[in-house]
C-alpha cells in the first residue's frame, strides 16, 4: 500500500551536482525518518544521510559539506542534493522512510527501488 520512487539520478561530471528526488505514496500520515543509502559494486549499502522528523540530520563523513537531505512534508518527499561530486559517489541510490500510518496501522519502514547516479572523472 506504500510506494517510494526515486529519480534524478544519472551521469554527471565531476565537481557537478544532482538532485534525487523520493516521492511517496499510499498510507502514510507523516515521515519520522527519512534515509538516502548507496551500494556501489562489491561494497555493501552504506548510509549517506539521515533527516529525523525534529529536522536533526546525519551525513556520511565521505558527503559532510556536499549533500544535503531535506523533505516536504506536505507531499511526502524527501530530497538529497548532491554537490561536487565525486568519482567514488557513483551507486545505486536508495529512499527510506521510516513513517507514521492512518488509522491503525503500525509505524512502518519503506525501501525504494534505487536510482543510478554515475560520476564520471
Known amino acids: 500500500q506504500v510506494q517510494l520512487v526515486e529519480s534524478g539520478g544519472g551521469l554527471v561530471q565531476a565537481g557537478g551536482s544532482l538532485r534525487l528526488s523520493c516521492a511517496a505514496s499510499?498510507?502514510?500520515?507523516?515521515?519520522?525518518?527519512l534515509g538516502w543509502y548507496r551500494q556501489a559494486p562489491g561494497k555493501q549499502r552504506e548510509m549517506v544521510a539521515v533527516?529525523?522528523?525534529?529536522?536533526?540530520?546525519n551525513y556520511a563523513d565521505s558527503v559532510k559539506g556536499r549533500f544535503t537531505i531535506s523533505r516536504d512534508d506536505t507531499y511526502i518527499t524527501g530530497y538529497l542534493q548532491m554537490n561536487s561530486l565525486k568519482p567514488e559517489d557513483t551507486a545505486v541510490y536508495y529512499c527510506?522512510?521510516?513513517?507514521?500510518?492512518?488509522?491503525?496501522?503500525?509505524?512502518?519502514?519503506?525501501w525504494g527501488q534505487g536510482t543510478q547516479v554515475t560520476v564520471s572523472s
Open positions: 527510506s522512510m521510516a513513517v507514521d500510518r492512518y488509522g491503525n496501522d503500525p509505524p512502518a519502514t519503506y
Open positions: 499510499g498510507n502514510i500520515y507523516r515521515i519520522n525518518v
Open positions: 533527516i529525523t522528523s525534529t529536522e536533526s540530520t
